[in-house]
Structure formats: C-alpha cells, structure tokens
C-alpha cells in the first residue's frame, strides 16, 4: 500500500511526523530529484519519498555521504530540476565546500537543502546548529515552527530558491522530525521544471566559478560575491512580506521573538500561563535573514524584548545588530547578556515556560503534590541504562575477538611494547562500544606516561570516537606521531566505510602506516533504520544493483594483507585479528579485516516473513559455575541472576546466534528448539 504522502487530495488531514511533512511538501512542489544519505534525526525524509518515487515518477536515492548527495542535488538543478537534499546536522559539515561555493553561480531549478538538527544530542556526536553555517554562505534559511510549517515551507522553499536563484536551506529540529502534528495536504503541482543546459544562462560562464565573469566591475569568484550579495540583499527586503514571518499584536508593552519550534513553545507557555496582558510576539519563520522591516514595526510598541530560538542565538544576534540603530535604549532577554535561556541543550517547553513567566513577572504554576509523588516513587523503579547492541549483533563478536587478540598480542610483544593499544572508534551501531554501559566510576588521570585500562566488556573497548571515517585517520596520525607503546586499532562499518573511510585508506597505505583496520560489515546502514549501503545490493527504492565489496575495493586501495571473517565464528575471527595485528607490527604495513555477517535484525525479519523457526539457546543451571564469562560478551540476552549465582538467557530475546555457547568454559549453554 502506498505511503498516505502520495494522496492527490488538497484540503485532506492527516497525522504526519515532521519528516514525513517535508517528503509531503517536496511531493506538492514537483520534486525531480531526491537525495540523501541516512542519519537520525532526517532519515525518515528520503524514506518517505523513496517509497513513493516511482509512483509519483521521480528519482531518490541514498547517496554515499552527504557530500556526493549534495553534489547530485546541485547538478539536478544546475540543468532546472527541483532537488533536494536530505541530511542531519553533522552531514552539514560534510557539504561545505560545495554549499559554500555554489551560492556564487546560483541555480536554475529549486534546490532545498533539508536538515535535521539534533539539539541535546539524542543521536549525535554534537548539538551543533547548522543554522549559522547558512548565514555564513548567504542564503535563506527557513524553520518551521510545527508539522504544517514544515510541509509548507519545504513546498515554499522551491519557489524560494528558484525566485532567487539559490539554494534554500529547510533546518527542522528533533521535535519537529520525530514527533507527530495535523497537517493538511495542498495540491501537488502537475508541471515538472524543464530540464535544459546553457552554460551562460543570465550569466556568462554561469556554472563555472571561475569562469569569466563580470560583475561589478570584478571578475570570476570576486564578481560572483557581488552577484551573492546583491540577491542577499533582495531576500532581506523580501523576508518582510514572506507568510511565514508575522507579528501579533499583544495589549502590554512586553513583546516575545520567537523562531522556529521556540514559537510553539512560546504559544504552549501563554496558555498555561494565561497572563491578563498579552505580549507582542514577532514570528520568525526565517532565521536569517530576520525582517529587518518587520522588527522595526515590532520594536515601537515594546519596551523590552526575550528572544526564543532552538540553538545558538543567531536571531539574538542579529537583532542586537539592528537595534542598535533602531532601539538601543531597549533590553533584551535571550542566551546572551540577560540570560534567561540556556545556550546548550534542549529548550523544551518547561525552559520556554519558566522564561515568559519571569519575562512577564508572573509566578509559575504549582506543579500537583501528587504529581511529585508518583514521580518519586516511579523514578525508585527506573534503572538508569544506555542503548546497547541487539541480541545476537554480529559486532559483538568482534568485539570479544579483537580484545583476546589484543591481550594475546600484548602479551607475545611484551618486551617491546607498554601493552597499551588504542582502538579508534568511529559513527554506527559499533560506536556503542565506547559507551561505557558497564564501566565503573571513573577518575580523571593525569599521567605523562601510556596507561592501560582493564577492559571487561564490550562498551569500554573504544577509545576514541569523533566522526564519519575519523578512526582510520585518527589512526595513522597516533602512529606517524611515533607512538608504539601498543598495537593501534580503527574500526567502521561498511556504510560507514564507503560514506568515508576509502580515502583515508588510500592515505594510509600511500603513506605506509602500520595500523590495523577493522571494517564490520553487516550489509545495511544499521543505526539508523537498515537503509541500504553499497553492500546492500539495493537502491533506496529496492531495486537490485551491484553488491560492493569491502575486500575489494580496499585492495584495490593498496591493502595487501586482507582476511573476510565470520564473526560468529569466535575462534576464526580471534586467530584472523591477531595474525592482522601482528603482520602490521612486524611488516610496518596496513592491514584489513573485514568481520563479515548480514545486522541479526534483518535476518530475524527475514525468518518471520518466511514463517522459518528461530533457534534458542537456554543455560543447564546443573552444570554453570557463576563465572560471568558470558556476561562479558555484552548481549543483551544474557543476564546473571545474583541469588542463584547463575547465569539465563531472555528467551524473548536470543536470536540463536550461539557465539555464547563458544565462550561458555563448563559447556552450561545449550541449543534448543
């Protein structure tokens, strides 16, 4: 059954997420060409708009990072197509050369650069707000403040971007993404752009930033700044009349600047509060650039202002920039000079509320005595836990494998070596590994020397983890530094691996470092929703294509010494490791394991469609001794039942993938039907 996104029905409501609002307002603007690469908060837009490209005729597709999705978006509107872009916050950072540097020859067709920031970092190695980076390229950036906002802005952003001849960058956030609103469906636009090539359109040399151009008495990448600057300047003037930046008119002399979901929760506090007096509020629907105009107008009916934005204080800022000429005598309350907001975290609505009412002098509601009560006595019930790899993940076993090879290794060189490896982590389902679920208290060290740390279970074995394809590089920097007091590991994953790791491959084979290189292919883009990867076989839209390998293109990368390994198999995988460590060690060249074994959820899936029957291991309470060696393996399967002093295995959840029964040293694990 098609997704409801694809209905041609104007005027009709519907729940949707905010991903799926965006994928909605692309499908009403006559989107072309959709692109993306998967990352959480925004994976869910280019799903949805996957799932319906062939029925509604256009092109998606998961690209190998956000880089090369960008790039394709950008050369779908260089020739007239609409195009967008999918990608979270961190993707940002991926496209900036192009995002900066595209801007100075424009487009033809509407290009939307759709992101989802992750404040509070649920999903992400950072909170970064990509909003400044936007102003920093000089183009519009929009925000919406709900579901409805988000499709209609998305659809708006086409027109946006085709009336400027620049990109349009859509920033939602992970309230707006992941949470579900009203939205009501507009028409889809029928006609499709044209798609057509002329290489000086309106512009000579228009597509090559160092082409020839004139204009303002400069030419090449000068002029074309001033081309920049000239259509920046007609989005500043055009900002006050757009739809979605508006002011409502209040009866005090208080006034509230609100963008994007701080608008909402802005709305949401009034309400509880009810104060007698109304503040003015100004409605920012573009962080940048705000109405100039419009603040003006704002500005003479207020006497002090508190300003409430998601992020960094980009509209703060740029409304101390004008109100310094227009009304310098009135303070502002915000993230910076009077705090009243936190400039990290989340807003949420319990911030947004506790800040108007200080702002309007009003008390905050009493929270309920019962309220506290239960909250208390539930809280006592709570574990506090991290996420964990799935029962039956094939990472675990390479996990278990790489620390025995490590300590074998340490071991067999240690009248050359300290012992103290580094294992360089990098983004996916295995970065979990340095998530320290088990560890204990930990306290600050502050050696000048190597020191080495007890690793007893998976989620302490990382130790580093930063970005996309930074462990392979993270590596070769530690060993041209010199360091040789241990063996020095990276890691990836296979999605991981094409998005970023082969150049840095390439380098470290080029420049001959000895490091180890462990790729954990489990053929999907797991972490975020098991979109496929090149070693998938599969398009976004499931159609069959070339299946990649890792081996493969990693030797043809320079990497001689390569082993494939099952990572189920514990022994195999233990005795590949080592022997790839110790070959970089002795032979000073890089070597590549790739632990290979399809994400145990897939295939779990894929037995249940098939109506195929799962096995289940279970312990015999007779025969263990209480060691806890299984519960070293990390499974979230496995528990220790401290009152018997013996282990059990969650029936629910074993998938019968039997690496536990491999390291179980009294044989207490047993196989069932």
Same mark, same amino acid.
Request: aromatic share 8%.
């Given at each position: 059954?098609?997704?409801?996104?694809?209905?041609?029905?104007?005027?009709?409501?519907?729940?949707?997420?905010?991903?799926?609002?965006?994928?909605?307002?692309?499908?009403?603007?006559?989107?072309?060409?959709?692109?993306?690469?998967?990352?959480?908060?925004?994976?869910?837009?280019?799903?949805?708009?996957?799932?319906?490209?062939?029925?509604?005729?256009?092109?998606?597709?998961?690209?190998?990072?956000?880089?090369?999705?960008?790039?394709?978006?950008?050369?779908?509107?260089?020739?007239?197509?609409?195009?967008?872009?999918?990608?979270?916050?961190?993707?940002?950072?991926?496209?900036?050369?192009?995002?900066? &540097?595209? #801007?100075?020859?424009?487009?033809? =067709?509407? /290009? +939307? *650069?759709?992101?989802? @920031?992750?404040?509070? !970092?649920?999903?992400?190695?950072?909170?970064?707000? &990509?909003? #400044?980076?936007?102003?920093?390229? =000089?183009? /519009? +950036? *929009?925000?919406?403040? @709900?579901?409805?906002? !988000?499709?209609?802005?998305?659809?708006?952003?086409?027109?946006?971007?085709?009336?400027?001849?620049?990109?349009?960058?859509?920033?939602?956030?992970?309230?707006?993404?992941?949470?579900?609103?009203?939205?009501?469906?507009?028409?889809?636009?029928?006609?499709?752009?044209?798609?057509?090539?002329?290489?000086?359109?309106?512009?000579?040399?228009?597509?090559?930033?160092?082409?020839?151009?004139?204009?303002?008495?400069?030419?090449?990448?000068?002029?074309?700044?001033?081309?920049?600057?000239?259509?920046?300047?007609?989005?500043?003037?055009?900002?006050?009349?757009?739809?979605?930046?508006?002011?409502?008119?209040?009866?005090?002399?208080?006034?509230?600047?609100?963008?994007?979901?701080?608008?909402?929760?802005?709305?949401?506090?009034?309400?509880?509060?009810?104060?007698?007096?109304?503040?003015?509020?100004?409605?920012?629907?573009?962080?940048?650039?705000?109405?100039?105009?419009?603040?003006?107008?704002?500005?003479?009916?207020?006497?002090?202002?508190?300003?409430?934005?998601?992020?960094?204080?980009?509209?703060?800022?740029?409304?101390?920039?004008?109100?310094?000429?227009?009304?310098?005598?009135?303070?502002?309350?915000?993230?910076?000079?009077?705090?009243?907001?936190?400039?990290?975290?989340?807003?949420?609505?319990?911030?947004?509320?506790?800040?108007?009412?200080?702002?309007?002098?009003?008390?905050?509601?009493?929270?309920?005595?019962?309220?506290?009560?239960?909250?208390?006595?539930?809280?006592?019930?709570?574990?506090?836990?991290?996420?964990?790899?799935?029962?039956?993940?094939?990472?675990?076993?390479?996990?278990?494998?790489?620390?025995?090879?490590?300590?074998?290794?340490?071991?067999?060189?240690?009248?050359?070596?300290?012992?103290?490896?580094?294992?360089?982590?990098?983004?996916?389902?295995?970065?979990?590994?340095?998530?320290?679920?088990?560890?204990?208290?930990?306290?600050?060290?502050?050696?000048?020397?190597?020191?080495?740390?007890?690793?007893?279970?998976?989620?302490?074995?990382?130790?580093?983890?930063?970005?996309?394809?930074?462990?392979?590089?993270?590596?070769?920097?530690?060993?041209?530094?010199?360091?040789?007091?241990?063996?020095?590991?990276?890691?990836?994953?296979?999605?991981?691996?094409?998005?970023?790791?082969?150049?840095?491959?390439?380098?470290?084979?080029?420049?001959?470092?000895?490091?180890?290189?462990?790729?954990?292919?489990?053929?999907?883009?797991?972490?975020?929703?098991?979109?496929?990867?090149?070693?998938?076989?599969?398009?976004?839209?499931?159609?069959?294509?070339?299946?990649?390998?890792?081996?493969?293109?990693?030797?043809?990368?320079?990497?001689?010494?390569?082993?494939?390994?099952?990572?189920?198999?514990?022994?195999?995988?233990?005795?590949?490791?080592?022997?790839?460590?110790?070959?970089?060690?002795?032979?000073?060249?890089?070597?590549?394991?790739?632990?290979?074994?399809?994400?145990?959820?897939?295939?779990?899936?894929?037995?249940?469609?098939?109506?195929?029957?799962?096995?289940?291991?279970?312990?015999?309470?007779?025969?263990?001794?209480?060691?806890?060696?299984?519960?070293?393996?990390?499974?979230?399967?496995?528990?220790?039942?401290?009152?018997?002093?013996?282990?059990?295995?969650?029936?629910?959840?074993?998938?019968?993938?039997?690496?536990?029964?491999?390291?179980?040293?009294?044989?207490?694990?047993?196989?069932?039907?």
């Amino acid at each position: 059954m098609p997704h409801i996104v694809a209905l041609n029905e104007p005027g009709k409501r519907v729940i949707l997420t905010g991903n799926e609002a965006i994928a909605r307002g692309a499908i009403e603007a006559a989107v072309q060409v959709a692109v993306g690469y998967p990352g959480t908060p925004s994976s869910e837009i280019m799903e949805t708009l996957a799932e319906v490209a062939k029925e509604l005729g256009f092109h998606a597709e998961w690209a190998v990072n956000e880089k090369v999705a960008f790039d394709v978006a950008a050369g779908a509107a260089i020739v007239g197509a609409r195009a967008i872009a999918t990608m979270k916050n961190a993707g940002v950072g991926w496209i900036m050369d192009m995002f900066a &540097t595209l #801007p100075y020859t424009g487009v033809r =067709g509407g /290009l +939307v *650069l759709a992101v989802a @920031d992750d404040p509070d !970092a649920f999903y992400s190695s950072t909170e970064q707000d &990509t909003r #400044p980076l936007g102003k920093a390229v =000089g183009v /519009l +950036v *929009l925000e919406p403040c @709900d579901q409805q906002e !988000a499709k209609d802005m998305t659809k708006k952003a086409f027109d946006y971007s085709e009336m400027f001849e620049l990109p349009v960058m859509l920033r939602s956030v992970t309230r707006i993404s992941h949470c579900s609103g009203d939205v009501t469906f507009g028409e889809i636009r029928k006609e499709r752009n044209k798609v057509a090539f002329d290489k000086h359109w309106k512009l000579p040399f228009r597509w090559n930033v160092y082409g020839p151009t004139e204009y303002g008495g400069k030419v090449g990448p000068a002029g074309r700044h001033g081309w920049l600057l000239d259509q920046l300047s007609k989005i500043k003037k055009y900002v006050n009349e757009i739809e979605f930046n508006r002011i409502e008119k209040g009866d005090s002399k208080l006034g509230i600047i609100a963008s994007g979901i701080g608008y909402s929760y802005v709305k949401d506090a009034l309400l509880k509060l009810d104060p007698k007096e109304k503040p003015w509020i100004l409605k920012i629907g573009t962080p940048h650039p705000i109405p100039e105009k419009m603040l003006k107008d704002f500005l003479k009916n207020v006497e002090k202002v508190l300003i409430v934005e998601e992020g960094d204080p980009l509209v703060e800022e740029q409304v101390y920039f004008y109100m310094k000429d227009y009304a310098p005598e009135i303070p502002i309350y915000g993230k910076t000079k009077n705090r009243m907001l936190k400039p990290y975290g989340e807003l949420g609505i319990a911030q947004v509320v506790e800040a108007v009412a200080k702002f309007l002098g009003l008390q905050l509601p009493c929270k309920s005595e019962e309220r506290i009560r239960i909250k208390e006595e539930v809280s006592k019930l709570i574990a506090p836990r991290s996420s964990a790899l799935c029962p039956g993940c094939p990472h675990l076993g390479t996990y278990w494998a790489l620390r025995h090879a490590l300590l074998k290794v340490t071991a067999k060189y240690k009248d050359r070596m300290k012992g103290v490896w580094i294992i360089n982590g990098d983004i996916g389902c295995y970065e979990q590994g340095g998530y320290g679920i088990f560890a204990k208290a930990i306290k600050p060290s502050f050696s000048t020397e190597s020191v080495r740390y007890e690793i007893t279970n998976p989620y302490e074995i990382l130790d580093t983890n930063y970005i996309m394809g930074g462990g392979i590089g993270l590596a070769q920097g530690e060993y041209h530094a010199g360091y040789r007091d241990g063996p020095i590991i990276a890691v990836a994953g296979d999605s991981t691996f094409f998005h970023a790791c082969m150049p840095a491959l390439l380098n470290a084979t080029f420049n001959k470092a000895a490091i180890t290189f462990i790729v954990m292919d489990n053929s999907w883009t797991a972490m975020t929703g098991h979109q496929p990867s090149p070693a998938s076989g599969y398009t976004a839209t499931f159609e069959p294509t070339k299946r990649f390998n890792v081996e493969e293109v990693a030797k043809a990368l320079g990497v001689e010494k390569v082993w494939v390994v099952d990572p189920y198999n514990l022994k195999e995988i233990e005795e590949v490791v080592t022997k790839a460590i110790e070959e970089s060690l002795e032979n000073k060249v890089t070597t590549l394991v790739v632990a290979k074994r399809e994400c145990a959820l897939q295939v779990l899936r894929r037995l249940r469609r098939e109506k195929k029957p799962i096995p289940k291991y279970t312990v015999d309470e007779a025969k263990c001794v209480g060691c806890r060696r299984c519960t070293q393996l990390g499974c979230p399967a496995i528990g220790f039942n401290k009152e018997k002093g013996k282990a059990w295995i969650d029936q629910i959840l074993c998938v019968g993938c039997g690496m536990c029964t491999q390291i179980c040293p009294v044989k207490a694990i047993l196989r069932r039907e």
